[in-house]
């Protein structure tokens, strides 16, 4: 339940763990607080003539983390200077995943800080755009890392991680141009005490946000190798964004607004990729508490309709089928229910099973309202409008399989046969006309449109995986013999990716 507490500042007080404090109070920061595992975040406003009054707090207690938001009011004089947001999601057993968002033109100083410590602690540093993981270094002290690195710092029972700080610029519906921040981030380890300082100023940005995280444990498992390859995937290969309202990726070139346009721009994502990386098992502490958060920012974004709208417009969609901003992706939304399946292992949610169930009815319902017919199957279109009338006029294979396993996937967790029935029957349809999908070259055909035509070239290993995953579920099911032709896809797939070397490093084992 959420509960909303309206706070004055006149004096130094605390209030619910809150130390607030006058600027006055030079050697007080302006607001800290303790979290698990000993450590105090705080931070202090860097300007002699600003002031802040807290605006509200709210808690929300979900099954597996609690997350909690305190909002500022930001002073200049006495002029209203923007906000300032800190929210927390809390895991007791792993630690706090924080995010800071300053609207204000006054900069913030962000201090964690631990006692006990050793004199050293180990470093690993990723800075985006670099693409590559590094080496784990031991020092005392460290300064100048600028606002695109990450750090990685742990020692005898310190665990503390600090993200990337972005000045955002709102372009539209969840849409961002990203800018650098000009910002430093220092840490130092003195008589026992570990400091860690960043600035978080928004230098004329629409806002600045930054995110961090202090653990109880080890951050992240460095030893298996593809744990450690999804923060070099997160911190320095892709435009991942981690802000307080949940994960934004770097945006389409043909999506509206800014489309073509040069810069960086983000937007809030339906896809899920990012969130099954983070949720897996045994990954690590900042892992877990990353793919927490990102399991109740994921589930908080399907709308009431049962799926997570894509907020840009596609201009081909737009083009093609006058489908706007807002429409159903099928394959994002679908992703999105396999991960909340795959976040079951996360713990007993029961949040989980509504939004799948809620999800696939969703689905089913459109599958049963717009399907369409060619070469002897029936197909769910790729897309949907936001009004629920216009489909897309295309299915594509990638689509239909991920709709058939996320059925069967949903049967088998929640015992649901009827789930089971219309997974298995999705992989039917798709049998009549097997043949249809594969090209004289051995590759397959991307999608097939309402008059039957097989169209444009197939993703180089994303249906091939995709197949693999089939496969590997259907031979799970006892139900693989069931489907010769969708086998045979597979086969004539992975012989034509034997034929590069690119194709070739896509190939792995299957039933």
């Not at 920012?297 to 417009?313: A, D, L, M």
Request: aromatic share 12%; charged share 20%.
């Amino acid at each position: 339940m959420k509960r909303l507490i309206l706070l004055c500042i006149a004096s130094l007080f605390v209030l619910s763990g809150l130390q607030l404090a006058k600027v006055s109070l030079a050697a007080e920061p302006d607001f800290s607080i303790a979290l698990n595992g000993g450590y105090t975040l705080a931070f202090s406003l860097q300007d002699n003539n600003s002031r802040m009054t807290a605006k509200e707090e709210s808690r929300e207690n979900y099954a597996l983390a609690t997350r909690t938001m305190y909002r500022f009011i930001m002073y200049e004089g006495n002029r209203d200077s923007g906000e300032l947001t800190l929210t927390l999601y809390t895991d007791p057993a792993a630690g706090t995943l924080y995010f800071l968002e300053n609207t204000s033109a006054i900069p913030v100083e962000l201090q964690i800080s631990k006692p006990g410590c050793s004199g050293a602690v180990t470093l690993r540093e990723f800075t985006y755009g670099t693409a590559e993981g590094v080496t784990a270094r031991s020092m005392s002290s460290g300064s100048g890392f600028g606002s695109e690195t990450s750090l990685y710092l742990e020692g005898n029972g310190l665990f503390v991680q600090s993200g990337r700080t972005v000045r955002l610029d709102p372009k539209g519906n969840t849409v961002y141009r990203v800018e650098t921040a000009e910002t430093g981030t220092a840490f130092s380890v003195r008589n026992g005490v570990f400091t860690l300082r960043t600035r978080i100023a928004a230098d004329g940005a629409d806002k600045v946000c930054y995110h961090g995280a202090v653990c109880t444990s080890p951050l992240v498992d460095w030893v298996t190798p593809h744990r450690m390859q999804k923060i070099v995937n997160f911190d320095t290969t892709n435009e991942y964004l981690f802000l307080a309202d949940g994960h934004y990726y770097e945006k389409p070139s043909d999506y509206m607004p800014c489309a073509n346009e040069e810069g960086r721009f983000v937007y809030k994502t339906a896809a899920s990729f990012v969130h099954k990386s983070a949720i897996e098992p045994n990954s690590g502490a900042y892992l877990r508490l990353l793919g927490l958060y990102l399991l109740y920012t994921r589930i908080e974004s399907f709308n009431t309709n049962g799926y997570i709208p894509t907020p840009c417009e596609s201009q081909w969609l737009k083009t093609d089928y006058q489908i706007g901003p807002g429409f159903y992706d099928t394959r994002f939304n679908i992703d999105a229910v396999r991960t909340l399946i795959f976040s079951e292992r996360s713990g007993k949610e029961p949040r989980i099973r509504e939004t799948v169930e809620r999800a696939l009815d969703f689905y089913l319902d459109f599958r049963s309202r717009h399907c369409f017919l060619a070469n002897g199957s029936l197909f769910a279109p790729d897309y949907l409008d936001m009004n629920g009338v216009t489909a897309a006029g295309h299915a594509s294979l990638n689509h239909s399989l991920a709709e058939g396993m996320a059925l069967i996937e949903a049967g088998q967790q929640y015992a649901r046969e009827d789930y089971l029935a219309e997974g298995l029957r999705v992989f039917d349809e798709l049998e009549k006309s097997w043949s249809k999908w594969i090209r004289p070259n051995g590759d397959l055909w991307y999608g097939v449109n309402r008059a039957a035509e097989m169209i444009r070239d197939d993703y180089v290993s994303v249906t091939y995986n995709d197949l693999v995953a089939m496969v590997k579920l259907l031979d799970g099911t006892g139900c693989l013999e069931r489907y010769p032709g969708l086998y045979a896809l597979l086969l004539s797939k992975e012989a034509w990716l034997a034929g590069s070397e690119q194709g070739a490093k896509c190939i792995v084992a299957h039933p």
